[in-house]
Nanobody, 120 residues
């Protein structure tokens, strides 16, 4: 499956941003969809994921209560709503498709990434 992430940009601290990721090429609804991020000088880390039905989601502790992941299988799209952003959230955000829930190794397909910059 091919993935195309978008929606990144510059936002002030405390602000919100919504990322989107559109999938194509295979049956989108078959996959667990995840979001990961990589800040400069740091390893890529798990942010959140959502199972095929959308009924179950997982989040990293650092974003719980601030970020919400959702999906629209009819549109082959997964979203990441990010609220109360801080400088610690600045990173390149990647969407991914796979069979796991949090481990990067279980996500076989990756988008190109979209940059989120947070100004103080």
């Amino acid at each position: 499956v091919q993935l195309q992430a978008s929606g990144g940009g510059l936002v002030q601290a405390g602000g919100s941003l919504r990322l989107s990721c559109v999938g194509s090429g295979r049956t989108f609804s078959n996959y667990v969809m995840g979001w990961f991020r990589q800040a400069p000088g740091k390893e890529r880390e798990f942010v959140g994921s959502i199972i095929w039905s959308g009924l179950t989601t997982y989040y990293a502790d650092s974003v719980k209560g601030r970020f919400t992941i959702s999906r629209d299988n009819a549109k082959n799209t997964v979203y990441l709503q990010m609220n109360s952003l801080s400088s610690e959230d600045a990173a390149v955000y990647y969407c991914a498709a796979g069979s796991g829930f949090t481990a990067q190794a279980t996500f076989a397909y990756w988008g190109q990434g979209t940059l989120v910059t947070v100004s103080s």
